[in-house]
C-alpha cells in the first residue's frame, strides 16, 4: 500500500559525505514521521535521525553535528546529508514512514534499504 524507495548509498572515504534520500508513494494520507535507521552486521537495528511533519528532528548521539535530516512533506520526501563519514557509519540504511489517517497511526512501513559503506 505504500512504498519506500531509497537512493544514494555507496562507497565513500572517511571523512567524505553522501546524501540519502527516500521518496514514499501508494496509499497515503498523511506521513507523521520519516527517517532514517541504520543496521550493520551483527547488530541491532538503529535510530539515526528522524524528523516529524511539524519539521522536529531527532538525532542518534554518534551522528550529530554529522548528519543532517530534512523533509519535504508535500512531496512525501526524505533526505539524509552525511558528513564527516567514519568507518563506524557503514551499514544499510533504512528509510522509514510512520503512516496516519491524519488522526491515528495506521502502519510503519520501511524501504529496502541502501548500503553506505565508509572505507579508505
Known amino acids: 500500500q505504500v512504498q519506500l524507495v531509497e537512493s544514494g548509498g555507496g562507497l565513500v572515504q572517511p571523512g567524505g559525505s553522501l546524501r540519502l534520500s527516500c521518496a514514499a508513494s501508494g496509499s497515503i494520507f498523511s506521513i507523521y514521521a520519516m527517517g532514517w535507521y541504520r543496521q550493520a552486521p551483527g547488530k541491532q537495528r538503529e535510530l539515526v535521525a528522524v524528523?516529524?511533519?511539524?519539521?522536529?528532528?531527532n538525532y542518534a548521539d554518534s551522528v550529530k553535528g554529522r548528519f543532517t535530516i530534512s523533509r519535504d512533506n508535500a512531496k512525501n520526501t526524505v533526505s539524509l546529508l552525511m558528513n564527516s563519514l567514519k568507518p563506524g557509519d557503514t551499514a544499510v540504511y533504512y528509510c522509514?514512514?510512520?503512516?496516519?489517517?491524519?488522526?491515528?497511526?495506521?502502519?510503519?512501513?520501511w524501504g529496502q534499504g541502501t548500503q553506505v559503506t565508509v572505507s579508505s
Open positions: 524528523v516529524t511533519s511539524g519539521g522536529r528532528t
Open positions: 522509514y514512514a510512520d503512516v496516519t489517517d491524519g488522526s491515528s497511526h495506521t502502519g510503519d512501513y
